[in-house]
């Protein structure tokens, strides 16, 4: 891999040496490298300020045949294209254009005793971009099969993700919610990570097969959702849901009120004050205490709340039957409106 600093650095001290500007395009004529400029025409003006060319320059170049050329040409001056004489060096990938280095020659001191310097710099850039396209177009495979097996089981999609990457087929996944370094982007601002360590902590859990990424996906999706539902987990993972690992399972024709027809009562009143409250004495317990400073309510507005809720679900809070359906009523219809 050349990296673009040293393409840079090879630019600049090619002008230097040459004692005229350089400059290196794309073959769209966007300009990736240059050198300090000092005096230049209309057109390099143009390319480097405007970041395009004329459709007179652009003519040119076809003209001139620049694109098929195969080494170092010549350009004579074009002044209705505002365009001194300068040298290209088309750059190369076998068959491939990938751009144009010019060295220009305003005054025509450059020459061809000059050209083993300025094609050994044009060499390095196409390297470069080379390198650069190649792994473009790995990173497009790459995402193209993460977002197959994202979408499910796909055996194929995995042996080919698993050869791209030469990675061994033991290979395992783990999925972060937050994209995290060194992982592969996901949808939803997630991150696919490869054979993590032992004490990775994921979002998705233990780590599944590589042809298994759906499932640590949709892992990671619901302990998001969990988190948003107001869980107090111990850590912000599939590993740490607990009992709410029953509440992610529920099939969707299992109703709120199929559990506990009081939390439908709560969800309807005018405020959440009633419902937020049955949440939290229920998560802690029955503990007036806890429950109060979780709240950040005085002891007595507890105890009129409390009175209200029993009054319109038949369910007592402090003690009594019905407090665990109602306390999975609560989560599960949280669960669900934490949904995105």
């Known amino acids: 891999m050349t990296a673009s600093a040293d393409v840079q650095e090879a630019v600049d ?8 500007p350089v400059l290196v395009e794309d073959a769209r004529h966007r300009p990736l490298w ?13 390319t480097i300020m405007q970041r395009e060319v004329s459709s007179a320059a652009a003519a040119v170049v076809v003209r001139l045949g620049l694109p098929r050329a195969q080494g170092p040409v010549r350009v004579p001056a074009v002044p209705e294209a505002e365009m001194l004489p300068r040298w290209c060096v088309p750059l190369r990938a076998g068959r491939d254009l990938l751009g144009y280095l010019w060295v220009l020659n305003g005054d025509e001191l450059v020459t061809e005793a000059d050209l083993p310097r300025i094609v050994a710099c044009a060499d390095l850039a196409a390297m470069s971009l080379a390198w650069s396209r190649s792994q473009d177009d790995h990173d497009r495979r790459r995402a193209a099969l993460l977002a197959r097996l994202e979408a499910g ?7 080919e993700l698993i050869a791209l990457e030469q990675l061994d087929p033991s290979a395992t996944v783990v999925v972060q919610a937050s994209s995290a370094p060194g992982g592969w982007k996901l949808r939803g601002g997630m991150s696919a990570h490869v054979n993590p360590p032992a004490a990775a902590g994921a979002t998705s859990g233990r780590p599944v097969p590589v042809g298994d990424l759906h499932l640590a996906v949709t892992r990671a999706t619901a302990t998001l959702q969990v988190l948003r539902a107001g ?3 111990s850590r912000p993972s599939w590993d740490a849901l607990g009992a709410w690992h029953l509440i992610v399972a529920a099939p969707p024709d299992l109703s709120v009120a199929d559990i506990h027809p009081g939390a439908d009562v709560l969800a309807r009143q005018p405020k959440p004050d009633l419902m937020i409250t049955a949440r939290a004495m229920l998560d802690h317990g029955g503990d007036i205490t806890r429950t109060a400073a979780a709240l950040h309510i005085h002891r007595t507005t507890l105890y009129y709340r409390l009175d209200r809720i029993e009054v319109l679900t038949g369910v007592s809070l402090r003690s009594g039957p019905g407090r665990g359906d109602l306390h999975v009523a609560l989560r599960l219809a949280a669960y669900r409106a934490a949904a995105r």
């Open 153 to 159: 089981p796909d055996d194929d999609a995995a042996r």
């Open 231 to 233: 869980a107090a987990l």
């Open 34 to 46: 240059w050198s300090a400029q000092g005096e230049v025409d209309g057109t390099r003006l143009r």
């Open 13 to 20: 001290k090619l002008a230097v040496s040459l004692g005229h």
